[in-house]
């Protein structure tokens, strides 16, 4: 089956316009209700910077961040820090008061010493976003939905309209034949990133799928740094930039 142009121009086109729909109802959306009882937005408080991490204080009355999952991060004036004071403000009603912000992904969470509390660590924070805090132990943060990757979907879209690309058409104008797959489990019984190697060795695609925390980041930083390591050159693309620098962070 050979998809045309336009089947991947109008897939990208429907992406784009179910993320913006998607994310806009998010933002007309009570801010109380996505914190308590949809538990996408979070109120935690700044404790400090350690390693490069971000460690936030979280109550756990109500949600925390999952590992992996990537936020806008922000702060917002005093007069809104406590979130009985949102009233009827919705989601893009506090981003709109917002003061400073980044985004940052969640890697840790753990029990606090105060047994209503827990703890979590994210990186990925903007050097501006960390200067703004840093000297604020104990400011109240908002977290909540990042917005959707409108700039990689946008070059996605620029890619697939010109032809002018060996590499890409290759890819996007080849006939594809579906077949039965069944996917083989991998755990540390062995070194995964062996065997991925030694597959890429034997086929020129590879599909490795697992939930947030699985090592799926530290995998490609390690796959990466051998790759490189051998003088060859690897391209990697993300959904977002932050993705990206996890990867470098993963790097030795």
Not at 212 to 236: D, F, H, M
Request: proline share 4%.
């Amino acid at each position: 089956m050979i998809y045309s142009r336009e089947e991947h121009i109008r897939f990208l086109e429907e992406e784009l316009r179910a993320q913006t729909e998607a994310y806009k109802n998010k933002l007309d959306t009570s801010a109380t209700f996505l914190l308590q009882d949809r538990e996408e937005l979070f109120v935690a408080q700044f404790l400090t910077f350690k390693d490069g991490e971000m460690i936030l204080k979280f109550s756990n009355t109500r949600g925390i961040p999952r590992q992996g999952e990537y936020l806008y991060c922000f702060t917002v004036p005093k007069e809104l820090r406590n979130y009985r004071d949102w009233r009827n403000k919705t989601y893009g009603d506090l981003i709109k008061e917002k003061t400073n912000y980044s985004e940052v992904v969640c890697i840790w969470q753990a029990p606090s010493n105060e047994k209503d509390f827990s703890i979590a660590g994210f990186r990925g924070v903007e050097l501006e976003f960390a200067t703004h805090i840093q000297d604020t132990e104990g400011i109240i943060l908002v977290l909540g939905p990042n917005k959707p990757p409108f700039e990689y979907i946008a070059n996605l879209q620029k890619i697939v309209q010109h032809h002018n690309n060996d590499s890409v058409n290759n890819i996007l104008d080849q006939d594809f034949h579906f077949a039965e797959w069944t996917p083989s489990l991998l755990d540390n019984k062995n070194n995964i990133a062996d065997f991925v190697l030694s597959q890429m060795a034997l086929q020129d695609t590879m599909i490795i799928q697992g939930p947030p925390g699985t090592g799926k980041t530290y995998l490609i930083a390690e796959l990466c740094e051998r790759l490189c390591n051998q003088g060859k050159s690897v391209l990697v693309t993300a959904l977002t930039n932050r993705a990206l620098v996890e990867i470098v962070e993963n790097q030795h």
